[in-house]
């Protein structure tokens, strides 16, 4: 099958790279974004994400005439649905006793109405947010047939997972292998022709509902690992170890693999899907549940930490480097580096941060340095949140040179005790019972 239009509805991480791809191998491509700023930015051949490589794409994709946007869909040959799945902030769901956060579905269910008008015979549309397990066939299916026509037999209805890495997408959306789960086999087979277009990794055709729990099996099984190492970290406090060298010992075992404590885990993804399954099945997801419970408590267990490493937190200056949900991007979802900034604050500490991948970036209450020089300048105790590569690069000497402080508190394992010592810091690394100064 040939497509030669595409739409795509939501431009943000995953949903504009694609566009820029397609267009790229000569496809009409259609973005569509309710966001009027990223409607401008795009237009203008700007981008608003950041990400690698990508600024070029969509520039020559706009250039070119391949790629235009706009808020309302057009019709096309097949129609990429790629907008946010978050949980719900103000309603929750309760199960045994279990209280667990609820999925936010607005964004598929008005994507999906908006393709009601353009949508025609013969056309695919495929999901790609991350979604609850039967979205494509009990939401979205349904939503669709109220243009007459049925799902996987006058068009095609796919669910794809997205498995790209933030930072890499534009290599990963062409080399990682793809799952698709059609509505029927013949969706699957029709949601293959299309990602032919570009990607080179292996490409799997099964049932929708199957490729919805493939993605929500990854995240949840990284979530749970996660919260395993934080357990681990926790206990090794607790013992007198170094939580850093004893995984790094277990994983010497040929089928071991302990991933690394941090302080909780964060972005849209992995701190979001597993909700998902707890919601759709609470008396099936005890564990995932409460690995969710121990990963959403480790912003607090960190605070503790830093209490007892710098003792009492009122009006106590503290330089937060990075605030993002991970390493080397400008993404702050759910970030668990701005839960430990705010639980700091409200135990009196004044708190400035650094973000160098956003750092305009405005979050009620924040204070954010406008640059790392002056986030450190005054401070009193230096915690490091996010493995930015040039966080982890930083001299010592260089450091001690621009602060006042001579207390780290590095949560990540980015930096070497003995490096930062001899340049006259005291250093506590979270998990690590070992560090001096946690003996304090
Ligand atoms: N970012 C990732 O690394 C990643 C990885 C795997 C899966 N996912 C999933 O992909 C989906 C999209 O994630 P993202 O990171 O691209 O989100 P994003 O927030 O970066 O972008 C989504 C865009 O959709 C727009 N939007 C919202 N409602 C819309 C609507 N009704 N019509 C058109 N546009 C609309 C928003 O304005 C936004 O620009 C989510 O379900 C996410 O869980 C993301």
Redo the contacts with the bound molecule.
Sequence with gaps: MKYNKLCI???????LPYAAMFAARGVKVHG????PH?VETLKAGKIH?YEPGLQAMVESAVQSGNLTVSSSPEEADAFII????PFQHEKFGEYNGMRFKLADMR?VT??AE?ILPVLRKGNLVIL????PPQTTGRLVAPILARSHLEAGKDFYLCYS??????GQ?LRELVENARVIGGITPESARAGRDLYTAFVKGEIHETDATTAEMV?LMENTTRDVNIAIANEFARLAEKFGVDAWEAIRLANLHPRINILSPGPGVGG??IS??PWFFVEAAPEHAQLIYHARQVNDAQPGFVVKKIKQTTGELKNKKIAALGLAYKPDVD?LRESPAIEVVRLLQQAGALVKCWEPFAPTAQLAGVEMASDFESAVKDADAILLLVKHTEFVTLDPTELAKKTNARVLIDCVNAWNLNDWQSAGFALYRLGDAKSPISNL
């Design positions: 509805l939501g431009l943000g991480y995953i949903g569509v974004d309710i966001n990223v994400i790629a907008v946010p799945t964004a008005s994507a908006a790609e947010s991350t979604s997972p997205e498995r790209v890495l933030p997408i993605k849209h993804c979001v899907d993404d």
